[in-house]
């Protein structure tokens, strides 16, 4: 799987959420396409995509690579599998 964030305004968040949703439903039978947030400094957040080819992240304009460890302790789950995201970011 390959991640990638960015930090972006709350009101972007739906179309990021929309983009996420279309690709999950087509490239992701397995469910573990993930995409999680944490908040910052009003209005800001940072979204990290979880997917499982590099390619998909072509269409995430502006997110950059990063790797799992750099995720946050606590992310909020924004769009994917709940038991996915059990399993990787709180197992």
């Known amino acids: 799987m390959?991640?990638?964030h960015k930090r972006m305004a709350v009101e972007e968040i739906g179309s990021v959420a929309l983009l996420f949703g279309e690709q999950a439903a087509?490239?992701?039978p397995s469910r573990q396409m993930?995409?999680?947030g944490?908040?910052?400094?009003w209005p800001m957040v940072r979204l990290?995509?979880?997917v499982p080819e590099a390619d998909l992240l072509t269409p995430y304009?502006?997110?950059t690579l990063c790797t799992r460890a750099d995720l946050p302790l606590a992310p909020t789950l924004v769009?994917?599998?709940p038991?996915?995201?059990g399993r990787v970011l709180q197992g």
Not at 38 to 41: G, I, K, L, M, S
């Open 48 to 50: 990290w995509v979880c």
């Open 34 to 36: 993930l995409l999680v």
């Open 38 to 41: 944490v908040n910052e400094d």
């Open 61 to 63: 304009y502006g997110f």
């Open 26 to 28: 087509s490239f992701d």
């Open 79 to 81: 769009a994917g599998c």
């Open 83 to 85: 038991e996915q995201f």
């Open 2 to 4: 390959v991640w990638a």
